[in-house]
Nanobody
Framework: QVQLVESGGGLMQAGGSLRLSCVFSGRTFSAYRMGWFRQAPGKEREFVSTISFSGSMTDYADSVKGRFTASRDNTKNTVYLQMNSLKPEDTAVYYC?????????????????WGQGTQVTVSP
């Protein structure tokens, strides 16, 4: 079955950059739209970004637009989230998710498969 494994999280000073990776296995990667979500302590899991099957279309939450960039390499079954100009409010556990539904998907209920998450901590 589909499995997702995130990596790349860590501790970074405000203004720095991190790149998260998510490796997909078990099915045909190009048939799945991928999403990134995050969850801070005491808050609900929120939408960060989504990327289409081919990677040609992306969408972002207003809070990260202009700073984060999603991409995918279908030859490596991997989706990425490049995070630049990090802010302390970006601190959260970041999750990779997959869905075979078409169209822009911004709700966690629309995703069928989830990784275990990777911690991102941004210090002042």
């Amino acid at each position: 079955q589909v499995q997702l494994v995130e990596s790349g999280g860590g501790l970074m000073q405000a203004g720095g950059s991190l790149r998260l990776s998510c490796v997909f296995s078990g099915r045909t990667f190009s048939a799945y739209r991928m999403g990134w979500f995050r969850q801070a302590p005491g808050k609900e899991r929120e939408f960060v970004s989504t990327i289409s099957f081919s990677g040609s279309m992306t969408d972002y939450a207003d809070s990260v637009k202009g700073r984060f960039t999603a991409s995918r390499d279908n030859t490596k079954n991997t989706v990425y989230l490049q995070m630049n100009s990090l802010k302390p409010e970006d601190t959260a556990v970041y999750y990779c998710a997959a869905t075979n539904r078409i169209g822009v998907r911004r709700d966690r209920e629309e995703y069928d498969y989830w990784g275990q998450g990777t911690q991102v901590t941004v210090s002042p």
